[in-house]
């Protein structure tokens, strides 16, 4: 039999082991933020650029890199990193940009470039629409410049008018 002794250390043990777990269980109610650190880029920013674009235009599109190689300036490193705060999960991306003097000899990393990479800036063209016959659409011309909406002024009643005579007031 167990007497009163033995009894208290046992239900001591199990409070004292439920409370050091007890953070690990709860741990889904417990609110943790999104911790997103780098340069976030998208698709549409990678796309752009184009092989012997100069270091201002990179920058102009993917804004400053977060590390640049401190030995010589000819290497950049954009990194994103996210975790989530939901599930701990780990989103890590890398963009290493090589340049040559001024100009962009290289890219690597986790995105994919454009099929036009290669095509230097001068040498690329916009994209055109396929029908030649369009012409620009302009707004319509009216005729007669009359308001489209009509004011009406309400009109006071009962009251005496004003005059601009100083000694009649």
Not at 80 to 103: C, N, P, Q, V
């Amino acid at each position: 039999m167990i007497n009163k002794k033995q009894s208290l250390t046992l239900v001591s043990a199990v409070a004292l082991s439920l409370s050091m777990s007890g953070c690990s269980v709860f741990d889904w109610l417990i609110y943790k933020p999104d911790i997103p650190q780098g340069n976030y880029m998208e698709t549409q920013q990678v796309e752009k650029l184009r092989v012997d674009m100069t270091k201002e235009q990179t920058e102009y599109i993917l804004g400053r890199p977060v590390l640049r190689d401190s030995f010589s300036d000819d290497t950049w490193y954009y990194v994103y990193h996210f975790k989530s705060g939901r599930d701990a999960s780990i989103i890590h991306k890398e963009l290493i940009i090589h340049f040559t003097g001024d100009k962009i000899s290289s890219v690597t990393g986790d995105y994919d470039l454009s099929s036009e990479f290669n095509t230097p800036l001068e040498l690329s063209s916009l994209p055109t629409v396929n029908e030649p016959d369009l012409t620009p659409l302009l707004p319509e011309t009216r005729p007669d410049s009359k308001p489209l909406v009509e004011e009406t002024r309400p009109t006071l009643t009962n009251q005496p008018e004003k005059s601009n005579d100083p000694d009649n007031r």
